[in-house]
């Protein structure tokens, strides 16, 4: 094959890529929260017994708060890491892919699931860039671009 023939096949199959839109990701996402949110119910049920029942505090965080995001962003970490997609995603056949076809990297990730994720936390009003996903050409919301990765149909 010439270089002008391998070019062709790449854009051929580049073209041929269904990008997830806002509400296929909507959806992944609160399926994701439900199983976060059972997750966190059995991990966290425990800390309701301990102190009679008062919250343990360090700093200005509760021990659940912070055990709680450490699972919000250990389970889209990994389960994106070794899957590729979480439980949501697999249910309804999408998957994170890198912009250039490249297995996922830890650094992809860590720019996505925790930079990007922690920046829609922390910056609640945000949460509005969600809807961006839906004007892109590569349906791409703000922490895809950070961790430079799309979310496509399987």
Do not use: C
Request: glycine share 8%; hydrophobic share 50%; proline share 1%.
């Amino acid at each position: 094959m010439n270089e002008k023939s391998v070019e062709q096949s790449i854009e051929t199959v580049v073209s041929n890529k269904r990008y997830a839109g806002f509400w296929m990701r909507f959806w992944a996402y609160f399926i994701d929260l439900l199983v976060i949110f059972s997750i966190n119910g059995i991990l966290l049920s425990p800390f309701k017994f301990m102190n009679e029942g008062i919250a343990i505090t360090v700093g200005f965080w509760t021990i659940t708060g912070i055990v709680g995001s450490v699972v919000f962003y250990t389970y889209f970490l990994l389960m994106t890491k070794f899957f590729g997609q979480t439980l949501g995603k697999m249910i309804l056949g999408i998957k994170v892919v890198r912009e250039d076809d490249q297995p996922l990297k830890w650094s992809d990730l860590i720019f996505r699931e925790f930079i990007g994720r922690f920046i829609y936390r922390v910056f609640s009003i945000l949460l509005v860039l969600y809807i961006i996903v839906g004007f892109t050409d590569e349906k791409q919301g703000l922490h895809d671009m950070i961790g430079s990765t799309r979310v496509v149909f399987d």
